[in-house]
T-cell receptor, first 112, second 112 residues
Framework: EAQVTQNPRYLITVTGKKLTVTCSQNMNHEYMSWYRQDPGLGLRQIYYSMNVEVTDKGDVPEGYKVSRKEKRNFPLILESPSPNQTSLYFC???????????FGSGTQLSVL | DQQVKQNSPSLSVQEGRISILNCDYTNSMFDYFLWYKKYPAEGPTFLISISSIKDKNEDGRFTVFLNKSAKHLSLHIVPSQPGDSAVYFCAASIPGAQKLVFGQGTRLTINP
């Protein structure tokens, strides 16, 4: 089944404790991206990757890192999480040249 | 600066009637528009899209209308069914921008 898989689904952590949210897709998509969803703001792009070893900032990249060492994986790293990073995070992928994004099921992160 | 706006946070419609969800945008560079549907605890899933060279696109019970002069698009669902109850996001893209810009979402509730 074609899918984007994120882990974990739920995460509660404390300020400053490094964490990684994993994302993997099995559709051989070149493009991958991370979004966060906040009430009243919709989904906002954090980072994106056009292909392996090619990443770039989205609209809200502060406090986040990403890497794209393999085509299928695109982890999101929070080196020192803060409470304002409490949010619902979505990983997405698509084929190059096609605007239709496929989303994972989401990761609900709470930073205390 | 919210470039894509969904001004109705919620909408309630009787089963069998028409649901109309609205979306306004400010950036005239947007050339492709999409609607996504999101159920609780799931990621957004693609519903229907429209290119700026068209003013209407239909897929079964779903029709998207685009009015470029008014910078407005709408999603019509006819007839509405209980399974249509979800949050609907409109999104827009600019050629080469490598991201979708999302609205805040509208929660649609279909009442039996």
């Amino acid at each position: 089944e074609a899918q984007v898989t994120q882990n974990p689904r739920y995460l509660i952590t404390v300020t400053g404790k490094k964490l990684t949210v994993t994302c993997s897709q099995n559709m051989n998509h070149e493009y991958m991206s991370w979004y966060r969803q906040d009430p009243g703001l919709g989904l906002r792009q954090i980072y994106y990757s056009m292909n392996v070893e090619v990443t770039d900032k989205g609209d809200v990249p502060e406090g986040y890192k990403v890497s794209r060492k393999e085509k299928r994986n695109f982890p999101l790293i929070l080196e020192s999480p803060s409470p304002n990073q409490t949010s619902l995070y979505f990983c997405a992928s698509r084929r190059s040249g096609n605007e239709k994004l496929f989303f994972g099921s989401g990761t609900q992160l709470s930073v205390l | 600066d919210q470039q894509v706006k969904q001004n109705s946070p919620s909408l309630s419609v009787q089963e069998g009637r028409i649901s109309i969800l609205n979306c306004d945008y400010t950036n005239s560079m947007f050339d492709y528009f999409l609607w996504y549907k999101k159920y609780p605890a799931e990621g957004p899933t693609f519903l229907i899209s429209i290119s700026s060279i068209k003013d209407k696109n239909e897929d079964g019970r779903f029709t998207v209308f685009l009015n470029k002069s008014a910078k407005h698009l709408s999603l019509h669902i006819v007839p509405s069914q209980p399974g249509d109850s979800a949050v609907y996001f409109c999104a827009a893209s600019i050629p080469g921008a490598q991201k979708l810009v999302f609205g805040q979402g509208t929660r649609l509730t279909i009442n039996p």
